[in-house]
């Protein structure tokens, strides 16, 4: 159980971006999408600079694309969203000739918004992906606590890091229980069974919740996380 | 001699109003090896928790006192008992809840202000006793069960307790961790409360037994006149496994 990893983004590399300090890192994917959001959406041959600039890391990482863009699905709905907008805005129509000699008639700073939207995003995403390919969860972590990121905040993000995969584990097992009685989670004729399992994993999360608390009271935690950079 | 442990008419109810516990008397020595049997649901983690003052009349209804080495346990007295006392919880997943081994390891003695060298060394003294010191630099979810149960006996030992206290240690193990686990327990030189339903491993490791039945201690003296009281196993749902008879096993072959 909890045999899976708990960085499926994380590329294993020592290349300078694997080992440039995680606060740097950080701070520069900040700044990098800060910049991007600020870029007009008509500025086009800025955008092909934020990707140049992009490209230029993800090479100098030597993580393989092919690893990157699978990765980057999380993107769709977003793009989806962003292709509806050009038929759904108002202002002037430009027609958009199609093969087939159809031509398709669509609103013009609509279709502008759709290009920064679906840019903006796909730099933005690709940047994350980066930090995170080449960055260990635990380190962006202290990176953030090194750029003094509230204590608390900090410590949610690092057990949500640590019970993820024990929780998806619990879930796994529950649907292989419900399959193995023959139910079929994704039918919706056993989405009732569905919604109670989800339910109980809630209760046994929090119980676990609960328990993991008690653990740490009784090893003299006091509300803060020690500083355990010493034992490093 | 100040006992370890010396519990005194301990009673205690959940907030819900199950009454888990009804007055227990327990005393545990330096340096004994002792465990706590009972059927599933007499109390026994109960009992763990009022060890080191998780559960205590003031969480609930409850009556009687909880000292360890002469110290009552009190609110006052907390991060003193909780160094005193170190539990080992029945599901490692619980336990071990930092980014890495060393972390985790190094999580109670950091609380106890340690720093820098010494609690370096701490947390390597500790994995070196459980065997696990080269797995510092790992995930602690990388790690097989029996791993991870070794490395939650490591977080606890690294703030050197005066007594070790395991909910059910053998559970979930497969044969040969489960040995594993009991040469390391043999070899530490600290008092040990175990609980289990694992009645050979009792036996193996424990020269003194305590039951607890229905929140009651109804039995208590050595592993072996426990096991053999047949009248008192039946009453009480403990059984002994199939095929495994205390009395065939060799007398200078127990501990104790
Ligand atoms: N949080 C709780 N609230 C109410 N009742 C509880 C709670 N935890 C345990 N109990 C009840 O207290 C009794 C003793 O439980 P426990 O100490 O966990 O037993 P054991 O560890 O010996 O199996 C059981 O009947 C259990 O149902
Ligand atoms: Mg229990």
Same mark, same amino acid.
């Given at each position: ?84 907008? &050009?038929?759904?805005?108002?202002? &002037? ?5 199609? &093969? ?133 | 001699?100040? @006992? ?19 007055? $227990? ?25 009022? !060890? ?52 985790? $390891? ?32 790992? @995930? ?47 070899? !530490?030189? $600290? ?26 201690? $109804? ?38």
């Amino acid at each position: 159980m909890g045999a899976g990893h708990g960085h499926r983004l994380h590329f294993h590399g020592h290349s300078v971006v694997h080992r440039a300090p995680a606060h740097l890192k950080i701070l520069a994917l900040l700044a990098f999408v800060l910049v991007v959001v600020a870029t007009p959406r008509d500025w086009y041959a800025a955008y092909a600079v934020h990707l140049a600039i992009l490209l230029g890391v993800v090479a100098a990482s030597r993580v393989p694309l092919g690893y990157l863009l699978p990765r980057m699905v999380i993107e769709v709905p977003f793009l989806l969203f962003a292709a509806l907008i &050009p038929f759904i805005a108002e202002g &002037p129509q430009v027609a958009v000739a199609l &093969p087939g000699g159809w031509e398709l008639s669509v609103s013009e700073p609509g279709l502008l918004a759709a290009w920064g939207l679906a840019a903006k995003g796909t730099l933005g995403v690709l940047a994350s992906l980066t930090l995170a390919a080449t960055t260990e969860p635990d380190a962006v972590l202290r990176g953030l606590q090194r750029l003094r990121m509230p204590e608390l905040l900090v410590q949610i993000m690092a057990f949500m890091v640590r019970y993820l995969d024990v929780v998806t584990a619990d879930l796994g097992r529950m649907l292989t229980a419900m399959r193995s009685r023959g139910a079929d989670p994704r039918s919706p004729r056993h989405w009732p069974a569905l919604a109670r399992t989800l339910g109980a994993l809630f209760v046994r999360s929090y119980e676990r919740g609960e328990r993991v608390h008690l653990a740490m009271l009784s090893r003299g935690y006091d509300g803060r996380l020690p500083d355990v950079e010493g034992a490093r | 001699m100040t @006992p370890v442990l010396d519990l005194q008419g301990v009673a205690f109810a959940y907030p819900d109003g199950h009454q888990a516990l009804f007055g $227990v008397d327990l005393h545990v020595h330096p340096g004994e090896r002792v465990a706590l049997l009972g059927p599933n649901g007499a109390g026994k983690t109960t009992l763990v928790l009022h !060890l080191n003052g998780i559960l205590s009349a003031e969480s609930g209804h409850g009556a009687g006192s909880v000292r360890v080495s002469g110290l009552p346990v009190t609110k006052k007295n907390l991060a003193e008992i909780r160094r005193r006392v170190g539990i080992v919880f029945q599901d490692p997943d619980d336990q071990l809840f930092m980014g890495s081994v060393r972390a985790d $390891v190094a999580f109670g003695p950091a609380n106890l202000g340690l720093r820098g060298a010494a609690l370096d060394k701490r947390v390597m003294d500790a994995l070196e006793q459980v065997g696990m010191a080269e797995f510092a630099d790992r @995930p602690p979810h990388h790690l097989s069960f029996g791993q991870r149960r070794r490395v939650a006996v490591a977080t606890v030992l690294a703030m050197e307790p005066e007594i070790l206290v395991l909910d059910e240690p053998s559970s979930n193990l497969d044969p040969a961790s489960r040995r594993e686990l009991a040469d390391i327990l043999r070899s !530490l030189d $600290v008092t040990v409360l175990m609980v289990t339903h694992d009645l050979p491993y009792a036996l193996e490791l424990c020269p003194r037994s305590v039951v607890l039945s229905g929140g009651r201690v $109804v039995a208590d003296g050595r592993t072996y006149d426990v096991l053999t009281d047949d009248e008192l196993m039946r009453a009480h749902r403990l059984e002994l496994p199939w095929g495994f008879d205390p009395r065939s096993i060799p007398v200078d072959s127990l501990p104790g």
